[in-house]
């Protein structure tokens, strides 16, 4: 009897005990929580997470609702849903930042009610608690969360001021080469410095993004794309894999680095920020089987065609107009892709010339547009061609029709100015781009815009654009010198073989081409307009004929050879444009240097209204002096 009441008060004991833990945590709103190692690390893994999201995923997208038994109202209502949901998991690969909202903010729902996330098991998907455990990764990705809530898509160029990460280091080639990268010791830096702590909200919404990014992002270019950067890239530096398996000159490089150091083309990540490229070495896909998921899926808005061996590139625009640019094997050694960002937002003159005196090429730059000049915009990549057509277009009278024609869409004028007239062509495989020209010419377009002559074609295409199909034309180019812009027009109006005298291409160039735009980028990644360059055509007098009229056979044979010599001279080394230029760039600030000829001044004069005519005057009057 003893020993079964002993028994029985026991089990009384055991279920008081019970009763009132979960009591107290029933009281303070918690869940009990086991240990870890009870708990398990297999449910809370990102592995498991993304399995769990795709089988719903799947079974949202598949299930019929008529089984479910739901009013008419509650039908409607989630056919409804599903249907938002099927379209922002399909845009959201796009670019289309409002699609990659919505399916980040159903699948926080969704770990949030469905999965079992706590403050505590939550640190077992990314150890949150744990400052040691967290990887250099989860640093970056924890620091970017809580900048960008602070400055939304400036959050990366803020990182990166406020702790000078963009400075010159010599720590690539054992420190003879200086470069431009953040290295995983300076974010580690920064996140001892910065990191306070974070709620399980924003912990949560991290695990969001990692699992998001991986299952229908781009991988970890993902929030950094999306940032207010020039652009981004990813597989262009490393090793290919296909390397590892060689031998010979790769030997002596891979023997001298532990096996987890070598880096492969899926540990590239670079941005292209202010001028500069960067090379975030922290950052890795993680596998050549990421870098190709990506590589397949970032370029395919508007279904640009498919990317294969036989076509292994693809230039396209992605939804927020950034223009994209992907390659593959056996085209490029390694999946590779390119994402230039254009800087809408501050496509004004006024934003992107800021050196001192900068009203000068402003002004100059607004009365050249005013004035109906044809213009080339010239210089480098990454100088800010596209982004100063842009803020140019601002200064083009509204009532003239705008015509743009570009490889791949680019400037997006419609987006900036909505209420202009302004149509934009591109080649396609079906239709070339002298196709596309021939049909621009018949949509009454005052003015032409070229997005890059970069080829034969596309030069001979400006040529005839600026001589009949339009009042006047802008372009950009990558010539270095005015030189070799006149030059590089020339050649390539003979190669598409629309002429075949040098002398006589030259000469149309020339008479085509009225001013010349030519920006630079120092060594620090600063962009500045170097020159603005005036092309004024020669006007060769006719050979004289003088020695007609000498008396004296001597004197005759004298004047008669200067004759031929002369002749001989216009015909081998023919003079046929003065460059002049009317700004300069020096010592840092934009300086007055040769008037506008006096041909340009009266054309762009009739091309202006009577306020500007007037602005115009004031204009060259204060800067070059009485103007006649």
């Known amino acids: 009897m003893i020993s079964v009441y002993l028994i029985n008060t026991s089990l009384i004991v055991v279920m008081i005990l019970i009763a009132a833990i979960l009591f107290y945590f029933k009281l303070t709103d918690r869940k009990f929580v086991a240990p870890r190692k009870e708990e398990g690390d297999a449910k809370f893994s990102l592995e498991k997470i993304r399995e769990y999201i795709k089988e719903t995923l799947h079974e949202l997208a598949k299930s019929d609702l008529m089984d479910l038994n739901l009013t008419e109202e509650e039908f409607i209502r989630l056919k409804r849903k599903r249907v938002e949901l099927k379209r922002a998991l399909k845009g959201c690969v ?165 096996s987890e150091d070598v880096p492969y083309a899926h540990d590239s990540v670079w941005i292209f920020f202010k001028g500069k490229s960067i090379h975030l070495s922290f950052l890795t896909f993680g596998s050549e089987h990421e870098l190709k998921r990506v590589c397949q899926n970032i370029y395919k808005y508007n279904n640009p065609g498919q990317l294969s061996e036989s076509n292994g590139y693809m230039v396209n625009e992605m939804k927020d107009g950034s223009r994209v640019v992907v390659l593959r094997p056996k085209l490029a050694e390694t999946w590779a892709f390119f994402v230039r960002k254009f800087d809408v937002p501050n496509a004004s003159l006024d934003q992107l010339i800021k050196e001192e005196n900068a009203d000068l090429p402003i002004g100059l730059i607004k009365y050249l547009v005013k004035g109906a000049r044809i213009t080339a915009i010239t210089g480098a990549q990454g100088t800010g061609k596209t982004t100063l057509i842009m803020a140019m277009v601002r200064f083009i009278y509204a009532w003239h029709t705008i015509r ?29 781009g002298q196709e596309a020209l021939d049909i621009q010419k018949k949509t009454d377009g005052s003015v032409n ?77 600063r962009r500045y307009i170097e020159r603005i360059t005036e092309c004024i055509p020669t006007e060769l007098a006719p050979l004289p004929d003088n020695y007609k009229k000498v008396i004296g056979l001597e004197n005759k044979f004298e004047k008669f050879f200067d004759t031929q010599r002369e002749y001989y001279e216009r015909v081998t080394a023919p003079k046929l444009y003065e460059p002049r230029n009317i700004i300069e760039f020096r010592e840092g600030r934009y300086v007055p240097v040769n008037k506008i000829s006096e041909r340009n001044r009266i054309e762009m004069i009739d091309h202006m209204s009577p306020e500007d005519t007037e602005g115009f005057k004031s204009f060259l009057e204060e800067h070059w002096g009485e103007v006649s």
Not at 164 to 175: A, P, Q, R, S
Not at 405 to 429: C, G, P, V, W
Not at 496 to 517: C, K, P, R, S, Y
């Open 449 to 525: 815009i070229l997005g890059e002559v970069a080829t034969d074609p596309v030069a001979a295409w400006m040529i005839q654009m600026s001589q009949v199909a339009s009042l006047f034309t802008l372009f950009s180019h990558h010539a270095k010198t005015f030189q070799a812009l006149i030059m590089s027009l020339r050649n390539s109006l003979m190669k598409t073989g629309m002429f075949h005298d040098e002398t006589i291409a030259e000469e149309q160039v020339v008479n085509v081409l009225n001013f010349d735009i030519h920006l630079k980028k120092d060594f620090d990644g």
């Open 94 to 258: 796009y670019g289309d930042i409002n699609d990659k909202t919505y399916v980040k903010t159903f699948l926080f729902d969704l770990l949030y009610k469905t999965y079992g996330f706590n403050d505590n098991n939550i640190n077992l998907v990314i150890p949150f608690d744990d400052r040691k455990s967290l990887t250099i990764q989860d640093k970056f990705e924890i620091l970017l969360y809580q900048y960008k809530k602070k400055f939304g898509f400036d959050a990366l160029t803020k990182l990166i001021e406020n702790h000078n990460l963009d400075h010159l280091k010599n720590v690539i080639e054992e420190g003879k080469t200086p470069s431009y990268i953040i290295t995983s010791e300076e974010i580690e830096y920064v996140f001892q410095k910065e990191f306070k702590g974070i709620n399980f909200e924003d912990k949560l919404n991290i695990v969001v993004q990692r699992v998001y990014q991986e299952l229908k992002g781009f991988g970890p270019t993902d929030e950094i794309r999306d940032m207010n950067i020039d652009g981004v890239s990813g597989g262009v530096s490393g090793l290919p894999t296909s390397f590892m398996h060689l031998v010979g000159e790769y030997d002596h490089y891979i023997q001298q680095m532990k």
């Open 404 to 432: 743009v024609q570009e490889m791949a869409f680019e400037l997006h004028l419609r987006k900036i100015y909505k209420e202009r007239n302004i149509l934009s062509l591109r080649e396609t495989d079906q239709i070339s």
